[in-house]
Every structure is written in C-alpha cells, then in structure tokens.
C-alpha cells in the first residue's frame, strides 16, 4: 500500500468516510500532511523563544529558588497540597498565576461556574444520551455490522480505535530495535524508511478497521439515531433553562469588554 497523501485534515473531517479511507484514525498516518507526524509518532513543535529563555531562567534557579517559582506559578498546590483521600475545594483553591492566567484566556469557565443548576443539567445530559435506549440500540446495530466486517467483540464506538492502538503496540513491540532513528528527522520519517513494508501493513489494517467503523455507523443507523436523540435532549435543556442560557451569554459579552 502507498503511504497516505494527498487529503490532509481540513479538507476531509476526522469521521467521514474520505478521510477513514485516506489515513484510518490518524494513528500511523500522518493525516496533518507530511512531515507533521502521526498520532502515536507525533512531532514535537520547536520551542518558542520566550519558552527557551524561560527554560533557561528555571534551570539556573537553585533548589530554594525553584520552590518559589513553582509556589507562584501554581498555588495551593505546591505550598500546601492536599493529602491523599482529602477533598479538594478546587474553585476556593490558589492556583497562582498559572491558574489566574487559565481563567483569564478562558473566561467563560469561570463565568460558567455561576449557573450551577445549568450546568449539572449539561452533564447530565451528556449521560442520558449515552444511556438513552434509542442510542444503545444502535450501538448493537453498529457491534453486528463490525462482527460482519470481520471484527467481532466490540461493545463501545471506541472499542474500534483501541484495536487500531492495539495493532500499533504490537508492531511496535515487534519492531521497535529495527528502527534506525538516524534514518529520518522524525521518528515517523525513521518507522518509514527502516520498515516500509511492515509500516505498510500496519496502515492498511488501521485504514481497514475506520472505513468499517465509519460504514457501520451509517448503516446501522447509528450516525443518524446519535443526531438526533443529541438535538432532542439539546433542545429541551435550552426548553428549560432559556433564562440561564440568556444570562449567561449577556455575562459572556460583558466580561469580553
């Protein structure tokens, strides 16, 4: 099999056949586009400038000087961490600057705290719909179209991907002492150029096992059934809670200015 190219996530959504097709789950395949890595040999982005000064700045700390760094980096939780069964009280807890900086760039978890009920009717949510019978029903119809297509015992969507990171672990066991790292820049680059034929196989069963998957949940009505008990339980929470829905947006907007 030639190595996947050509679609690169962005023009074939992850979950679509075009794209089970082309890269399988991304876990050997570099669905990103060539020399991005894959899933399980990903590539590591080069450090910025700002991160190697500051890298350099902490190691030259002595040890005194690395606990205050961390100590107002992170909080609570470097000064006095909780012990072992002890419940944290995370929303009172001093996170230090860290944490501050967190809720800065991402307001609206913090601003999301102040509807309480709303929220705990959001997770809820997502559990019923997994609980939902329509939804577990067609989760069977998907297991039985996957045991036909040759990849029986899966119970769960993710089951399917874990078979695909099984394989990978095995390939890997079996293959890991015959890679030569200096071969590539990466180390997919390196899998690729020491094992072209075995890296070949890996990634036809990978490819095999998504288009099933993707198919089977078309034709177990799954994709279908999933979207629509979604826009159901969606719809009656905004039925419910419209007047924190509304709120909420109006802090939102408030806290942006």
Not at 97 to 116: N, V
Not at 133 to 146: F, N, Y
Not at 154 to 174: G, K, P
Request: proline share 4%.
């Amino acid at each position: 099999m030639a190595e996947p190219s050509g679609v690169i996530r962005g023009s074939a959504a992850q979950g679509t056949l075009e794209f089970a097709k082309e890269f399988g789950y991304g876990y050997s395949t570099e669905s990103n586009g060539p020399g991005t890595g894959t899933m399980n040999w990903p590539v590591m982005p080069e450090p910025s400038e700002a991160e190697r000064l500051n890298t350099e700045y902490r190691e030259a700390l002595s040890e005194d000087a690395v606990y205050e760094y961390e100590a107002a980096l992170y909080g609570a939780m470097v000064t006095d961490p909780p012990q072992e069964g002890e419940d944290i009280d995370w929303e009172s807890m001093d996170r230090g600057c860290s944490g501050r900086g967190y809720d800065e760039i991402y307001p609206a978890l913090a601003i999301a705290k102040q509807f309480t009920d709303l929220n705990e009717a959001m997770n809820q949510m997502l559990t019923d719909i997994e609980e939902d019978p329509r939804v577990a029903e067609a989760l069977i119809g998907w297991s039985s179209c996957m045991a036909t297509a040759g990849y029986p015992d899966l119970s769960q969507l993710i089951d399917a991907e874990n078979l695909v990171n099984d394989l990978w672990n095995r390939f890997n066991a079996a293959n890991g002492n015959r890679i030569d790292l200096s071969l590539g820049e990466t180390d997919y680059d390196a899998v690729k150029a020491s094992l072209p034929d075995e890296l070949a196989e890996l990634q036809a069963a990978e490819i095999a096992v998504a288009v099933a998957d993707v198919t089977c949940r078309e034709e177990s009505g799954y994709t279908e059934t999933r979207r629509d008990v979604e826009n159901e339980y969606e719809q009656a929470i905004v039925d419910t809670y419209r007047a924190d829905l509304e709120a909420w947006v109006a802090v939102a907007q408030a806290a942006e200015h």
